[in-house]
């Protein structure tokens, strides 16, 4: 069976194990092109990984998430307990087209997440999730390229530029900001201001990007280009659970307010001028399009209808509608030009 997020993870289907960020996050491999990946949202609860996923889904269906099930974390366990008692792993070596090429390391790091999640099922926090896999470069590791001095240096970061200047590519942005901030979602771009990192030689002053790792070029499976909405869990309990009331300082109030909105909107767009950008001379032209701003705020605009659309089919769902959703509702529709 392809592995899939739909699919249960069987061992069977497994060729080969990536791990990557330090083992935090694994990419199962199956025996076609089949991907998906686990990963552990630390800090996030159940109901945060459900509020956010429903939000994102609303602008970007393309990110396929489901939460990994008690009965199936107990599977691969055993699975991988009979795998190794069996002596059937020969640590990476692979004789056929279709036997797994993983070490028993792979699968203990696994084995690992599993139990680790199976620890914390009972109280709703640390979900380990499946995720459809997505073929992404982020405008981080580009602008590190960028700075360098290696071959085709500027490749990627011209490829984020045409991205956004083409057909759809800031409304897709805004679409997504727009989600992130009902998700109350800081790690990607923050209405709270942004950060000053050291990329290569250079100290940047950010207004709005926190996370430039979090901005994701997706490459379709047509070749195309489009901007993504991966990440999208913010690392906290409570923020895009949409039953619980809002905060004061909730970035869905300044999505909601066309005055505060625009502030920001300028911002992430000087940020993302920057990014593409980063050794402009004093007397050069913008590499992005002038009516960048105009095009992001539509794309939060048509994403906020969007989420709107999917969070009243919530509501009709619930015999008395939650404080939350209600609030949230009330918020979206304020959304306008």
Request: proline share 4%; aromatic share 4%; charged share 30%.
């Amino acid at each position: 069976m392809p592995l899939d997020v739909k699919n249960p993870i069987v061992l069977e289907d497994i060729k080969n194990i990536e791990l990557i960020k330090e083992g935090k996050v694994i990419i199962l491999h199956g025996k076609g092109n089949d991907k998906v990946v686990l990963k552990e949202e630390e800090r996030a609860s159940v109901a945060q990984v459900k509020g956010a996923k429903a939000v994102m889904a609303a602008v970007d269906p393309s990110l396929k998430t489901k939460i990994v099930s008690k009965d199936e974390a107990e599977s691969i366990i055993s699975a991988i307990d009979g795998a190794i008692d069996d002596n059937q792993i020969s640590a990476g070596l692979s004789e056929g087209d279709n036997d797994p090429i993983y070490g028993v390391d792979d699968l203990l790091a696994i084995k690992s997440m599993m139990e680790k999640w199976l620890n914390d099922i009972e109280t709703g926090k640390n979900p380990l999730l499946k995720i459809s896999y997505v073929d992404v470069k982020n405008v981080r590791s580009a602008l590190e390229k960028r700075l360098g001095s290696g071959p085709g240096r500027k490749a990627t970061l011209r490829e984020f530029a045409a991205a956004l200047n083409g057909p759809g590519g800031f409304e897709k942005l805004g679409a997504v900001i727009a989600a992130d901030m009902m998700n109350d979602n800081h790690d990607r771009f923050s209405v709270r201001g942004g950060i000053s990192p050291q990329i290569g030689e250079r100290r940047f002053q950010f207004k709005a990007l926190t996370n430039p790792g979090n901005v994701f070029l997706e490459v379709t499976e047509t070749g195309g280009r489009t901007l993504s909405g991966l990440d999208y869990v913010p690392p906290s309990e409570t923020g895009a659970d949409i039953n619980l009331p809002l905060k004061d300082k909730h970035p869905a109030k300044v999505l909601a307010d066309k005055t505060q909105r625009a502030a920001f909107v300028a911002k992430v767009i000087s940020d993302l001028e920057t990014l593409v950008h980063p050794k402009r001379g004093f007397l050069a032209r913008n590499k992005l399009k002038s009516d960048a701003a105009k095009r992001m705020i539509a794309g939060m605009i048509e994403g906020a209808r969007k989420i709107e659309a999917v969070l009243q089919k919530k509501a009709g769902k619930q015999a008395n509608i939650s404080a939350g959703l209600a609030e949230r509702l009330a918020l979206l529709a304020q959304v306008k030009a």
